[in-house]
């Protein structure tokens, strides 16, 4: 019996199709582990959130920091996955050549209503294998922030992260690799409790 397998993409043959035109913006595609993957529609409390917290994290950050929305990252595991925030070292134009690579970025961060079991399993396997130090997962579904750190791999060869914290809305947070700087997590979700009411 013959078995089906997926065809799997590695990063260049990625870029590619995008050169090609086989792919563009419209399409809402990530790569993750080679498999292409169709990026659920955004409603409006995530497109809201997304947008305060970018520009939080502007302000509090300044030219300290590179500030990516929803923009690519490549990883070494064949995934160019395109998270909700991600905060990288250097200046924009240092991503000219290439888009952050793991050892470039401070910090992930998906923002998760319907997606919010794809972001606990397959994202936070795939940025805990690509040794991302620091993920978080904006779970609008119950209004808290999981802050997950410290990746590492189990003796099944099976990718998590050693830590996980809870931040509630009434709370502040450190920015990692910017302790000095406290992001106030209740503009984020008194701004999706708003729009939900």
């Not at 991302?132 to 779970?139: L, M």
């Not at 830590?163 to 701004?191: C, N, Y």
């Amino acid at each position: 019996m013959n078995v089906v397998t997926p065809k799997r993409f590695t990063i260049d043959e990625y870029h590619r199709l995008i050169e090609l035109e086989f792919l563009d913006e419209n399409d809402r595609i990530e790569l993750i582990r080679g498999e292409l993957i169709q990026m659920v529609a955004k409603g409006t409390p995530h497109t809201v959130c997304g947008s305060i917290l970018c520009r939080q994290l502007d302000r509090l950050l300044g030219d300290r920091a590179v500030i990516r929305g929803q923009d690519p990252i490549t990883l070494p595991n064949q995934s160019e996955p395109e998270p909700d925030v991600a905060i990288a070292r250097g200046k924009d134009e240092d991503y000219l050549p290439h888009h952050p690579y793991p050892e470039d970025i401070f910090l992930v961060v998906e923002i998760s209503d319907s997606t919010l079991d794809f972001d606990q399993t397959t994202k936070l396997e795939v940025y805990a294998e690509a040794r991302i130090s620091n993920y978080w997962i904006v779970n609008l579904n119950v209004r808290q922030l999981e802050r997950y750190s410290q990746p590492y791999q189990n003796a099944r060869g099976e990718f998590n992260y050693l830590s996980k914290q809870i931040s509630l809305p009434h709370q502040s947070v450190a920015i990692p690799g910017f302790e000095d700087v406290l992001l106030d997590l209740s503009r984020i979700f008194h701004t999706v409790e708003s729009a939900e009411c």
